[in-house]
């Protein structure tokens, strides 16, 4: 296969051929991988894109309190810097990627944002209990719950998929939504959002990840059986759909082979970057989003090809 030279350019990136002409081979990332989950954003070249040009300090969220899952990299720290941007004050949690939490840490309050960082995991009750206890502490209250924590490990069969891996990805994908979701209902009031974070490969299909597409389409029962619990206190439930998004997971879940090419199945012939998904997120959350529950907002790139 012959080699190609590529630049990036931002907003969004795309791939500039030095030798072909971009229509017959679109390269967008260097191969890489790394060894475990969750993945690490400062390790990943070139990064990911997370704070839009298009979200201008509107002010949608003002003194709006949210508590962000996953929020210290990829599409949830796209989230968490529009949130920001937007008014809102966050508790970010995460797993143990304890720099590009500092990092996104850093960068909100270089916007003036208020958020706090704690760390834990999600699949243990007595954490989400934590987490709402320290953000009622911190804030005295919350409006936003953002379910987007997730890993995913692909196999070549189910054949392949131990009990021990379906449990895991069980748990941390659904599990751990169900738990902080039922610590954080009892103080959310009429007007608040819970947003969850389901995938493409629900809707498509993707043949390595079969337990991983299970637990996202889990997610989407949940999202429109709780909205029409929920609709009687005019708390919103919705969920988010990504496709293919630069982000940790995926040089942490997929072979380095398999990056050079990623997002290429889609109608647009490549990847997001995290922050052209964050205004949905925003929407959600907002006053805006006031007549819209129990739905599944799909940012995709078009039809995908598996």
């Not at 699949?123 to 209990?129: G, H, M, Q, V, Y």
């Not at 169900?178 to 608040?192: A, D, M, N, R």
């Not at 380095?256 to 490549?270: C, E, Q, T, V």
Request: charge should be neutral; include cysteine.
């Amino acid at each position: 296969m012959k080699k190609i030279k590529c630049e990036y350019s931002l907003y969004p990136r795309k791939a500039i051929d030095k030798e072909l002409k971009c229509e017959e081979i679109s390269v967008y990332f260097p191969a890489q991988h790394q060894q475990r989950q969750p993945g690490k954003e400062y390790l990943m070249r070139p990064l990911p894109i997370y704070d839009s040009p298009n979200i201008c300090n509107n002010k949608r969220l003002q003194d709006k309190v949210a508590i962000i899952t996953g929020g210290d990299s990829g599409i949830g720290r796209a989230v968490a810097v529009a949130f920001a941007k937007e008014g809102a004050k966050l508790m970010i949690v995460y797993y143990d990627e304890h720099q590009d939490a500092f990092d996104t840490k850093e960068y909100i309050k270089n916007l003036g944002g208020s958020v706090e960082l704690l760390a834990g995991d999600l699949k243990d009750p007595s954490f989400a209990k934590f987490v709402v206890d320290s953000t009622l502490e911190k804030y005295g209250k919350i409006d936003i719950l953002v379910n987007n924590a997730g890993v995913q490990y692909p196999q070549k069969s189910l054949l392949d998929i131990t009990e021990e891996q379906f449990d895991f990805t069980l748990k941390t994908n659904l599990y751990s939504m169900f738990y902080l979701t039922k610590e954080v209902l009892p103080y959310l009031k009429e007007g608040s959002s819970i947003i969850n974070t389901s995938s493409i490969t629900t809707y498509y299909g993707e043949a390595e990840l079969i337990d991983y597409a299970a637990s996202k389409g889990a997610i989407v029962g949940f999202t429109k059986s709780l909205a029409t619990n929920l609709a009687s206190k005019n708390i919103r439930v919705n969920a988010v759909a990504p496709g293919t998004f630069w982000t940790p997971l995926q040089p942490s879940s997929w072979p380095s082979d398999k990056i050079p090419m990623f997002g290429s199945n889609s109608d647009l012939k490549r990847a997001g970057e995290p922050y052209e998904i964050a205004s949905t997120y925003v929407y959600l959350a907002s006053p805006d989003a006031s007549y819209t529950t129990g739905q599944v907002l799909h940012v995709n790139g078009g039809e995908y090809k598996a």
